[in-house]
């Protein structure tokens, strides 16, 4: 108000965070350093850790072995595995499902894929109104949730299965499981961007995604013709995996 500026039409607030249930205090030294945390699981992993649980009305509690359950069932278990299993699958191409994908209209599908289709379709628009809200924790939750989906989707549909066939309709199949499979992680990778930046340019680099087509607009199903070629090396085994064992559990 002194400087003559226009007063903020909104604030958000949070709520505390404790450590072991109880108030942080540097006073009574139950407080946390956020250097050393920093070092241990880097700053991508600490965002993502404090968006998931962080409260805005209620109160969360900060533990190290939450950062590592964060870590290994979400990150690492969840959106690292469905990674590896798309870009890393022996028997199917990933560009080719995507040039098949987005040269021809949809043909007529199983309630499985429509199920799948429509959830990416709707990913971007339900996480605006979340951000508008802002509720950067839920927003963030629903984008996991489409990656367990998604998971729970690839491992239904067994696309492995279908490599070894010459069935022109078992190809077609192959090809659009991994399509949808690519698609949610694509969608995914641009609306996590926020909380994990550099993690999510790795992701996006691994499914091929040009630069100057990972922005908002671009969060939307059958919005990008060009990737699926990898644009950097994915490796083997742990080398290059996105969220590799963490150096220790303790």
Same mark, same amino acid.
């Given at each position: 108000?002194?400087?003559?500026?226009? /007063? =903020?039409?909104?604030?958000?607030?949070?709520?505390?965070?404790?450590?072991?249930?109880?108030?942080?205090?540097?006073?009574?030294?139950?407080?946390?350093?956020?250097?050393?945390?920093?070092?241990?699981?880097?700053?991508?992993? +600490?965002?993502?850790?404090?968006? #998931?649980?962080?409260?805005?009305?209620?109160?969360?509690?900060?533990?190290?072995?939450?950062?590592? *359950?964060?870590?290994?069932?979400?990150?690492?278990?969840?959106?690292?595995?469905?990674?590896?299993?798309?870009?890393?699958?022996?028997?199917?191409?990933?560009?080719?499902?995507?040039?098949? &994908?987005?040269?021809?209209?949809? =043909?007529? !599908?199983?309630?499985?894929? !429509?199920?799948?289709?429509?959830?990416?379709?709707?990913?971007?628009?339900?996480? &605006?109104?979340?951000?508008?809200?802002?509720?950067?924790?839920?927003?963030?939750?629903?984008?996991?949730?489409?990656?367990?989906?998604?998971?729970?989707?690839?491992?239904?549909?067994?696309?492995?299965? /279908?490599?070894?066939?010459?069935?022109?309709?078992?190809?077609?199949?192959?090809?659009?499981?991994?399509?949808?499979?690519?698609?949610?992680?694509?969608?995914?990778?641009?609306?996590?961007?926020?909380?994990?930046?550099?993690? +999510?340019?790795?992701?996006?680099? +691994? /499914?091929?995604?040009?630069?100057?087509?990972?922005?908002?607009?671009?969060?939307?199903? *059958?919005?990008?013709?060009?990737?699926?070629? =990898?644009?950097?090396?994915? *490796?083997?085994? #742990?080398?290059?995996?996105?969220?590799?064992?963490?150096?220790?559990?303790?």
């Amino acid at each position: 108000m002194a400087l003559d500026l226009p /007063l =903020p039409h909104q604030v958000l607030t949070h709520a505390h965070w404790t450590l072991g249930h109880e108030k942080m205090s540097k006073s009574t030294g139950n407080v946390v350093n956020p250097f050393f945390a920093l070092d241990r699981f880097g700053a991508d992993t +600490m965002r993502y850790y404090l968006a #998931y649980d962080g409260g805005i009305r209620d109160d969360a509690d900060y533990d190290n072995d939450f950062i590592i *359950g964060r870590y290994k069932k979400g990150l690492q278990g969840a959106l690292g595995n469905l990674v590896s299993r798309v870009m890393r699958g022996k028997g199917w191409d990933v560009r080719r499902a995507v040039m098949k &994908a987005t040269s021809r209209p949809t =043909p007529k !599908i199983e309630e499985q894929h !429509i199920e799948q289709r429509e959830s990416i379709a709707n990913l971007s628009d339900s996480t &605006a109104i979340l951000m508008d809200i802002p509720d950067a924790g839920e927003a963030l939750r629903q984008i996991m949730r489409k990656i367990n989906t998604t998971n729970a989707y690839m491992h239904h549909c067994q696309p492995w299965d /279908l490599v070894t066939s010459n069935n022109s309709k078992d190809i077609a199949e192959l090809d659009r499981i991994i399509y949808l499979c690519a698609e949610a992680l694509r969608v995914c990778g641009i609306l996590l961007q926020p909380y994990m930046p550099d993690k +999510m340019a790795e992701l996006l680099d +691994m /499914l091929g995604v040009r630069s100057d087509a990972r922005g908002f607009d671009n969060a939307r199903l *059958g919005s990008d013709r060009d990737y699926g070629l =990898p644009a950097v090396e994915l *490796g083997k085994g #742990y080398a290059g995996v996105l969220f590799p064992p963490l150096r220790s559990d303790d």
